[in-house]
């Protein structure tokens, strides 16, 4: 599925809901299920799903921003090199 039919999907089946939340909140629970990923990590199990828990809440951020991911990546990637990306990724 590509990020921008996510995007919308996510849009159509929960957006009215998502717009009603503060941002604080939005992130707080990118921080819930960043650690529940952590957990699951640790223990070896149900790692794909944590991650794309973690990719929802992400979406439901980016609708709430009225960002457009696809947009916003393919500007990221013209404005940093691999290695900057890298850098940001694995620290």
Known sequence: ????????????????????????????RLLVQSGQL????????????EIVDVLFVLVALANRCGIDLADASQR????RSPKEILERIAG
């Open 38 to 49: 952590g957990e699951a990590v640790l223990r070896e199990k149900d790692v794909d799903k």
């Open 1 to 28: 599925m590509e990020i921008a039919t996510l995007q919308k999907w996510a849009a159509e089946h929960f957006g009215d809901k998502v717009g009603e939340l503060s941002l604080d909140y939005g992130v707080a």
């Open 76 to 79: 990221y990637l013209y404005e």
